[in-house]
Structure formats: C-alpha cells, structure tokens
C-alpha cells in the first residue's frame, strides 16, 4: 500500500519572470489627411456614442437625419451645431459633398438604406450586426465593389484597447499557433426592459455576442470552424423576456473557443478573456466595456501591458477611423462588410444551435428571424 507521499501529486506552477510589455499601434486609427464630410443616419440611444467619438478626433459631421427630428435636433445642437437635421435621407443621399454615411439604425430598415447609400456613391458604415441574411450581406459586398465604395461594420469592440493590442499581437504571432479561446462576460443587462430589445428573443447570441464571435474570428484567422454548439437559459427572478444566461462551443479541427454570458449580474461586474497558444497566452480582465488589466506571457517572461482608453469611446472612433483610412489608402478596411459575414456564420449557427439543442456547421444557416 502506497503512503501519502507516493501518491501525491502537487502541481508546481513555473513562475515567469518580468519583462517589458511589446509595443503595439493600438489606439483608434486616424487618417493621415483624408477629412470627409460625414452624415449619421438614426439618431437613437447609441448616436451619441457615435458623435461623442467623431467630434474627439476632429471630424466633420454635417448632417443627421431621424425620423424623430427632434431626437436629431438634441443632438445636433449638443454634438455637431453647425449640421443640418432632416427626415429625409434622399437629402442625405443627394448632397455631392457628403461621401461617408454612417446607418446606426436596426436592422430592418437599414438593408434597404445600405443599397441606397452605395448606389448614391457613398462609402457606408452599418451598425452591427450586419445583416439577417448572409445572402443580402454578399449582395452588398458586391454592390459595393461594383460603385467603387468601401462598405464597413461598426465592430467597434475591434478598437477595444485589450481587443486593438490583441490583434497587434497576433499579427506579431507572438502566440503561435491558437489552441483555445475562452470567454466570460458577466454584466447587467436588465436595461433592454420596455425597450424594442426586449423582443428579441437572442439578444444575447445576436445583438451582444456578435462582438466575441467577431473576437473569435479575428483570433483564428483563416481557420474554418467545424461546429457551433449553443444554449440559452433563463436565469432565477428574471423579469425580461429574452433568455440572460447563455454559452456557446465553437470547435475547429485542432482548438475551441468558449463563450459564456451572464446577463443578470447585479454585482461586481466583469469580462475574462484567456487566449492560448502554442508560443503565448494572451489574458485580459476588467469591468465590462471598461480599462481591463492584460498580461502577455511567453517563452521570454510576462509583460503586464499598459493600455489607455476604454472601449466607448475608443471603439467608435476606431471603426469610423478605420474606414476613413481604407478610403485614403485605397483598400479594404479590417472591419469590412466581407469579412464581417464570417462573424455572422458564428452568429446564426449559435442562434440555430440554441433554438434545436443540435450543433451547427457555420455556413449552414444564411439567415435568421429576430
């Protein structure tokens, strides 16, 4: 019979040594002199987000347009005084000195708007999620490569600062190959209560997720995930509809990614992003949408990284900078309307996985009700 000290095992964790943290380019991108006249299309609560981070890094919005004029008028005289306000977007779409659009509307009405925009030959910027329809979504990356105009979605979490420096550092292959991407989120969202949120059933996987399934098709890359396997739940007391806990798997041949969403935190809440590889581990935690505390450690020693900013504004005037940049340099923004439909195949394989309780192959399913 073996004794206690035959059978024990301790794990022994190697302790890193310090070391300085890489430097990144990691702020919101700004164009070196391109400055066009910009125009914001829906003026709801997320606008002044939008005008908030336009009118910090100097650029010109001359115009918003809402059907509630005076929602637009609000905020045209707290952000941008000298811009017209209209309900009419044919105003906006017929003005030769407007060249970018900024659609921050839901995605009804906005697909039809989007067209409109590009075959008035204006370069767009769409709220996300995208589109409903993957199919729409290809149809309009085409349209906008026949007008010769840039389409972009406004993944603002991109320009996150923990999200921006991840990004460098994959770029740098710091990590090596990925093997693992896991993700917890824990915050209040009891908020969408009485709002036109409320009635969608997966605002978690849809309205909200789509910024980490976005994080994971950035991290993987060209990698092509296999399935996604989801689920939803109601939590103890909830008082909305939609469900506010919910998880997702998504599987590539040789890695994962996890996905977990609590939405009725009341206390102390807060985002963990772990990303491993086989050179590197990327960590980073934080309050939600706030200034989180990121390590990067390798074979060389662990870097804490100093990072400014926060996710609002940083990422609203990184997904408006991106573009001003695409358009100045002639090429495709990273956060194109191309690409995005990758993020969106996550996307409505979770929604679809959830709703069936079977896995899903992104690809599968073009398009979804909400």
Known sequence: MSNDNDDARELKAATAKSISAPKFPYKPPVPDEYRPSIALVGCGGIAKNHLDAYRGMGYSVVALC??????????????????????????????????????????????????????????????????????????????????????????????????????????????GDIVSCDIHIAWDHTWIKGTHFENIHHILLYD????????????????????????????????????????????????????????????????????TGTKGTFRSTGPVCANDQVTLTTAEGEAVVPLDGNWFNDGFAGAMGELLCAIEEDREPENSAKENLRSLELCFAAMTSADSGQPIKPGDVLDITI
């Open 66 to 175: 809402d059907m509630n004029l005076a929602a637009a008028e609000s905020l045209r005289d707290e952000y941008f005084p000298e811009a017209i306000v209209t309900d009419d977007t044919e105003e906006i779409f017929a003005r030769e000195d407007i060249e970018v659009v900024d659609l921050a509307l839901h995605p009804a009405p906005r697909l039809a708007l989007i067209k409109r925009a590009l075959e008035a030959d204006k370069h767009v910027l769409s709220q996300k999620p995208f589109v409903t329809d993957i199919r729409e979504g290809r149809k309009l990356v085409e349209l906008a490569q026949q007008r010769g105009r840039k389409l972009a979605v406004n993944q603002n979490g991109r320009w996150a600062p923990y999200f921006s420096y991840l990004r460098q550092v994959l770029k740098n292959d710091l990590l």
């Open 208 to 275: 909200f997720a789509i910024h980490w399934f976005d994080m994971v098709s950035c991290v993987f890359g060209e990698s092509c995930p296999t399935q996604v396997f989801a689920n939803t739940s109601r939590v103890p007391d909830q008082d909305v509809e939609p469900p506010l806990s919910a998880g997702a798997l998504v599987s590539f041949d040789a890695a994962q990614a996890s996905l977990n969403f609590h939405a009725a935190t009341q206390f102390s809440p807060a985002e963990t992003t772990v990303v």
